[in-house]
C-alpha cells in the first residue's frame, strides 16, 4: 500500500527549526510565510517572522504600522480582536541588509582596527548596499545568526523577491567566489606591502596599462580606495570562507524546511518546476509546495433561465433581468474556465513533485489579506489536510 498524503503543513512547522518560503515574485510567498509564522505562534511556538522588502498591508495585517529592521512583537491583544487565541509569541522584522553584512565584517575581520577600515570605505559602503546577489547571502547570513537565539523556537524566512529565485541556494559559495577571483587578486598584488598603498608598478606590463587608464578616468584616490577595499577582503577571506561553509551546511541540515510557493499561471508553475528540482539537486529539502490563488469550478445552476430571470427581476427590479442573467452567465462560464486551467496547472505540479512532497492549495479570495483573521484564514488552509 501507498503511504497516505502528508496532512498539510502543520507538520512542518511543528517538526523543524526554521522554514523557508521561496518562489518567484508575486505568488504569495511573503503572505504565506507570515500566514505559517501566525498559524504556528497561535498553536504555541515562539516565533520570528523575518520577511524581504514587505508590503506595507502586511505590517497592517500584523497589527504593526510597519515593518522595520528592528525586531517587534505582535501584540497578543490583536489575536483576541480578531477571535484568535495566541498561546505562543509572535516577533516580526525586515531584513536589513547592510547591517547584517557590518556585522559579519565585524565577525570576521582579524582585528577591530581592520574590521573599521573596510566599513568606512567608501567602496565598501556601495557594495554592502547595492551589489547584485548581497541581500541574497545577506537574508542567509541573517538566518544562520538568529537561528542561535534561543528565544524562538522558529524561524520562518520569507526570501529575497529576485528575478531569479534561485540566488539565495548558492549566495554563501557565489560571495567566497567573488572574494577569491582573478580580478581581486590583481588588486591584492598591486598593493604596496610596505606602505600599504597602491601602486602599479609592481604589476604586469598589460596590467599596468589597464590600470593607468582606469587611474585618468576615476582618479588614483578611487583606485586606493578599491585596492583598500580589496586588501580588506583578503582579511576576511578565510572568516568568509568558514562563515559561508557554515551557512551553506544550515540549509541542508535536517532543521530547515523549504515550502515552494507559486500561482497557477503557466509561467509560475514553471518556474515551480525549476525552483523545486533545483532544492533537489543541491540536496536541500523540498518539504512542501503551495499553489496560491486556486479557483475552483463551480457548478452550473440547475435552476431554470425563466426562474433565474424572475429571481434578478424580484432582487433588481431596476436591472433588466433578460442582461443580467446573460452578464451572469458569461461571468460564471469564465469562471469555470479559469478553474479548469487552475486544475490542470496545479495537477501537473503535483505530478511532479510526487507524493512524499506535501502539497498544499490556497483558494482564491475575494478580498486581499488586510488583517491577521485573513492571515488566519490563509492558515487554515495550509495546515489542513491535502
Known amino acids: ?98 547591517k547584517t553584512f557590518d556585522d559579519l565584517v565585524r565577525d570576521t575581520a582579524s582585528s577591530p582596527d ?54 539565495f541556494l548558492d549566495a554563501p559559495e557565489r560571495m567566497v567566489e567573488a572574494i577569491d577571483s582573478p580580478a581581486m587578486r590583481w588588486f591584492i598584488e598591486a598593493m604596496d606591502s610596505s606602505g600599504g598603498r597602491f601602486s602599479m608598478g609592481i604589476l604586469g606590463k598589460g596590467a599596468g596599462i589597464v590600470m593607468k587608464g582606469l587611474s585618468k578616468l576615476t582618479g588614483a584616490g578611487f583606485l586606493e580606495q578599491v585596492a583598500e577595499f580589496v586588501g580588506g577582503l583578503n582579511d576576511l577571506f578565510g572568516g568568509f570562507r568558514s562563515r559561508a561553509a557554515a551557512v551553506s551546511g544550515v540549509l541542508r541540515s535536517p532543521e530547515v524546511a523549504f515550502v515552494v510557493v507559486t500561482s497557477p499561471a503557466p509561467m509560475a508553475i514553471r518556474e515551480a518546476f525549476f525552483f523545486s528540482d533545483r532544492l533537489r539537486e543541491l540536496g536541500m529539502r523540498r518539504d512542501g509546495v503551495v499553489v496560491n490563488g486556486v479557483h475552483y469550478l463551480l457548478s452550473e445552476p440547475s435552476a431554470k433561465e425563466e426562474t433565474l430571470r424572475a429571481a434578478v427581476a424580484e432582487a433588481l427590479p431596476e436591472v433588466d433581468p433578460d442582461s443580467a442573467v446573460d452578464r451572469m452567465s458569461r461571468a460564471l462560464e469564465d469562471e469555470r474556465l479559469r478553474a479548469v486551467a487552475d486544475r490542470i496547472e496545479s495537477d501537473r505540479l503535483r505530478a511532479r513533485v510526487g507524493k512524499e512532497t506535501t502539497f498544499v492549495e490556497v483558494p482564491a479570495f475575494e478580498e486581499d489579506v488586510h488583517d491577521l483573521r485573513a492571515l488566519a484564514r490563509v492558515a487554515s488552509h495550509l495546515v489542513a489536510a491535502a
Not at 151 to 164: A, Q, Y
Request: glycine share 8%; hydrophobic share 45%; with cysteine.
Open 1 to 98: 500500500m501507498s503511504a497516505p498524503p502528508p496532512a498539510g503543513l502543520g507538520e512542518v512547522l511543528r517538526t523543524h527549526r526554521v522554514v523557508v518560503t521561496v518562489g518567484s515574485g508575486g505568488v504569495g510567498k511573503t503572505t504565506t510565510a507570515a500566514a505559517l509564522a501566525v498559524q504556528a505562534a497561535a498553536s504555541g511556538r515562539r516565533v520570528l517572522c523575518l520577511t524581504i522588502d514587505p508590503a506595507k498591508r502586511l505590517a497592517n495585517s500584523l497589527g504593526l504600522d510597519a515593518m522595520t529592521t528592528e525586531e517587534q512583537v505582535v501584540d497578543p491583544a490583536l489575536f483576541a480582536a480578531n477571535g484568535l487565541e495566541c498561546k505562543g509569541h509572535l516577533s516580526a522584522m525586515m531584513l536589513d541588509s547592510k
Open 114 to 167: 581592520k574590521a573599521q577600515r573596510i566599513l568606512d570605505n567608501r567602496i565598501y559602503h556601495y557594495v554592502s548596499s547595492g551589489l547584485a546577489g548581497v541581500q541574497e547571502y545577506m537574508a542567509m547570513e541573517k538566518l544562520y545568526a538568529v537561528r542561535e537565539d534561543d528565544r524562538f523556537d522558529l524561524i520562518v524566512l520569507d526570501t529575497p523577491p529576485t528575478s531569479n529565485a534561485l540566488d
